[in-house]
């Protein structure tokens, strides 16, 4: 990769279009760019006034001025790195050394073996040279460089060449323009200003710079004159100067040489030779300091003079920077006054347009009346074709609903008549219960299949769905040992009740129990998933759960010869059937208990009255605090009757803090029951009705159902407790010597059954409506 070196100074337009022109020049190689810059000038500071002697401030302002212009230097490389995009770039800092600067740039380009130098026209400006050795230096640089190195010099992005033709010299650009001319004596220093850097023709009172910048332009106007003639000074007396160089090293080792004085002189001539000497020395003295006293007018004029060049040229920059500015606001402003013009002319255009589509569609609309006045009396014959189609689709549509009502009233019928086979299957296995065999087990649930595996509340169980000998049933497989598998067996065949999840059978061999199963599922997905509206029980279908829980309950803590406990009452544990009536299931197979498990019991019945009251989980709340409860009671309870709500709450704030026993709650849950019956006939609300829309003629009211057969009573009969139930079913329970309530487990009072014929007069009409008959 090749190196190009760019030696550019501080004015970043110059130095950018510098190296615009670089890379152009080299866009088809792989090069990597030197940025070569000067050092900054610590024999001088920039003020607001303009450039001072170093000497004139002190130490800690120069410090402070050298970090600004430091800090202003390295934007400026940074934005030169910046404009050279991916191309490798590096920064060289030219030391300032006592010797002029174009001996320290030859020397640069013999020890770097620089093959590539681009010059610009700024950086001998920005290296604190004075004017007049600019063109001379330059000329230096371009005679003394090596042959291996190859020089540009670049003025406004554009290359120029200095040449010598006929004694005089000349600058042009690539193009041959001539950029500046000079005579015999270096040129006009105004006419090389004044081609570099173009004065700014607005009136200085637009300026915004410094508070001197309102009096420079007149001072520079009166000094012009004086600035050239003093740069005409300095160019002649730069070239005496060099031409005297030698000259002066020799006066001046011959200005320090010892006296040397004849010897063949006597003592008076001697005396004389020394007072011509010192004659001599006196004038010499003299000479030197009117010399000196020159030198410092000299020095005390050129100060003055880069004062003024420095105060104009930042009035200039100041000036340039304002212009620039105003240029990107007009063109701003111009840009915008060219969008406003687009705007309108778009503006005209569309309604242009739009004039000429309404007349386009007045023309159409013209056109489609008088077509449409003649096809009118089409359409009028084609509407009465069409009332005549209608008349005979709606006598039609009339045949099919009439059908429909008649294949509706059959697959009802056909529905009862399976509930009440798979009833009386049910409760004949109920009494007799059956070993199944391994075979039968496999079978039935398709070796135990995971599509046969019951969920609860998105968990699965060990419980699985399962079709022997036409019934479906529900297998549970049982983890433990074989004597604990018969114990538990032993158990659950003694115990029988409504609400009580029927065993049918059992599977010694794979230590598996089969249960009567519920079609309804869980209590906790119906009532907290809610994820199917059919399955959105109203209040008086909770009340009615919270009773049959209660019962259920109440029957295994009266369970002789010992109490039973539940142990674990949860929404999980309650299993809902076809009619949404509630069984208990989980119970534990034993009989140790304490009177801790029995309360442990009742307020799980608490907190599930008021999981049913509030429609949501309560494990959280404290169900002792009536206020809390209250609390969530009003935010939740929705549509309930406020007088059976607040008696349900009631009971389940008593039951977590204060009964010790279930046939208290069991009559008080009895009393509510009996309400919220009264209310539901009131305002049509049935226990086993949803909130959801269901046809209300295949909906069957709870109280029509038999507490044990779980069937449409035909024929009720009211027991002592106060229930109704189907005749040969409870006549049968007498019969087979019990004398307790199937549902309370309390002793009746008598075992005399009263015909219950307003029950049985309300299922008849239920039965007329339906279009079934009773045989």
């Known amino acids: 990769m090749e190196k190009v070196y760019v030696a550019i100074g501080h004015d970043v337009p110059e130095g950018l279009a510098t190296l ?18 000067a050092d900054i000038n610590r024999d001088y500071v920039y003020t607001y006034y303009g450039k001072l002697p170093a000497s004139y401030v002190n130490d800690e302002s120069v410090d402070l001025l050298y970090k600004y212009q430091q800090g202003k230097l390295n934007k400026i ?8 995009g991916e191309v490798k770039t590096e920064t060289l800092n030219i030391a300032k050394y006592d010797q002029p600067i174009h001996r320290r740039i030859l020397q640069l380009i013999s020890g770097l073996r620089i093959c590539k130098l681009v010059m610009g026209a700024t950086f001998l400006k920005s290296s604190s040279w004075k004017f007049g050795n600019l063109i001379m230096g330059l000329k230096k640089i371009q005679q003394r460089k090596p042959d291996f190195c190859e020089l540009y010099l670049i003025s406004g992005g554009k290359l120029f060449f200095l040449k010598e033709e006929n004694n005089e010299g000349f600058i042009e650009d690539d193009q041959g323009v001539m950029i500046a001319k000079l005579n015999s004596k270096r040129g006009s220093f105004k006419g090389w200003i004044g081609k570099m850097y173009p004065k700014n023709p607005k009136n200085p009172r637009d300026s915004p710079s410094s508070s001197s910048s309102a ?50 002189l006597n003592p008076r001539q001697k005396t004389e030779f020394l007072r011509v000497k010192i004659g001599e020395a006196r004038d010499a003295i003299h000479l030197k300091r009117k010399e000196a006293k020159e030198s410092a007018l000299r020095y005390s004029k050129a100060e003055w003079a880069i ?136 079978s039935g649930t398709e070796q135990f299949s995971e599509n046969f595996r019951i969920k609860c509340s998105g968990d699965f169980t060990n419980v699985y769905k399962a079709r022997i000998n036409q019934t479906t049933v529900a297998v549970k497989l049982c983890e433990v040992s074989e004597e604990e598998f018969c114990s538990k067996v032993k158990i659950l065949t003694g ?92 119970f534990r197979s034993d009989f140790s208990y304490n009177e801790s498990d029995i309360r442990s019991d009742i307020k799980d019945f608490g907190s599930l009255v008021l999981q049913l009251l509030t429609g949501r989980n309560l494990g959280f709340l404290e169900t002792t605090n009536k206020a809390a409860v209250m609390e969530v009671f009003e935010q939740r309870v929705g549509e309930w009757p406020l007088e059976v ?44 009705e949803f909130s959801a829309d269901v046809d209300e003629e ?75 008959t009773l045989p």
């Open 698 to 772: 295949t909906v069957i009211p709870s109280f029509f159902f038999c507490p044990i057969l779980q069937d449409v009573m035909r024929d009720p009969h009211v027991a002592s407790d106060g229930t109704s139930y189907e005749f040969s079913a409870i006549q049968r329970w007498l019969d087979m010597g019990h004398n307790t309530s199937p549902l309370t487990n309390l002793e009746l009072e008598h075992k005399r059954l009263t015909p219950n014929r307003t029950l049985r007069n309300l299922i008849q009409d239920w039965h007329n409506k339906r279009s079934i």
């Open 77 to 84: 490389l940074q934005q030169y790195k910046d404009f050279c």
């Open 495 to 586: 115990v029988q009740h409504p609400h009580l999840v029927a065993m049918l059978g059992f599977c010694t061999e794979l230590k598996c129990i089969v249960f009567e199963y519920m079609h309804g599922g869980c209590l906790r997905n119906v009532l907290l998933t809610n994820r199917r509206k059919k399955q959105a029980l109203n209040w008086h279908a909770r009340v009615c759960i919270a009773a049959e829980v209660c019962s259920g309950l109440t029957f295994l803590h009266l369970s002789k010869p010992r109490p039973i406990v539940h142990g674990n009452l949860n929404l999980s544990n309650i299993l809902l059937d076809r009619n949404n009536v509630a069984k208990l299931h989980g």
């Open 307 to 442: 004062t003024l060049c420095t105060s104009r040229a930042e009035d200039l920059e100041a000036r340039l920077n304002e212009e620039t500015m105003k240029r990107g606001d007009i063109e701003k402003e111009l840009d915008s006054i060219r969008e406003q013009l687009t705007e309108t002319r778009n503006g005209i255009e569309q309604n242009r347009s739009k004039l000429d589509s309404t007349l386009e569609i007045q023309r159409e609309l013209s056109n489609k009346l008088k077509s449409s006045t003649l096809s009118k009396s089409q359409s009028e014959e084609q509407l009465t074709k069409m009332i005549h189609k209608r008349a005979s689709m709606i006598q039609e549509i009339e045949k099919l609903r009439k059908q429909k009502d008649v294949m509706q009233r059959r697959i009802e019928f056909c529905r009862d008549k399976e509930a009440i086979e798979t009833v009386t299957r049910l409760n004949h296995l109920s009494f007799s219960y059956k070993e199944f065999t391994a075979d039968e087990i496999w």
């Open 215 to 264: 009096d420079s332009p007149s001072i520079w106007e009166r000094s012009s004159e004086e600035i050239e003639d003093y740069f005409k000074q300095l160019l002649e007396s730069n070239e005496d100067e060099e031409n005297s160089e030698t000259g002066q090293a020799s006066n001046a080792n011959n200005g320090f040489t010892e006296l040397d004085i004849p010897q063949h």
């Open 20 to 37: 615009e022109w670089t890379l152009r020049k080299w866009s088809s190689s792989q090069i990597s760019i030197v940025i070569l810059h």
């Open 645 to 688: 709500a607040m008696e349900l709450a009631g009971i389940a704030v008593r039951c977590s803090g204060g009964y010790t026993g279930m046939t208290m709650v069991m009559k008080e849950m009895e009393g509510v029951k009996k309400k919220a019956d009264d209310v539901a006939v009131e305002v049509g609300c049935l226990g086993n």
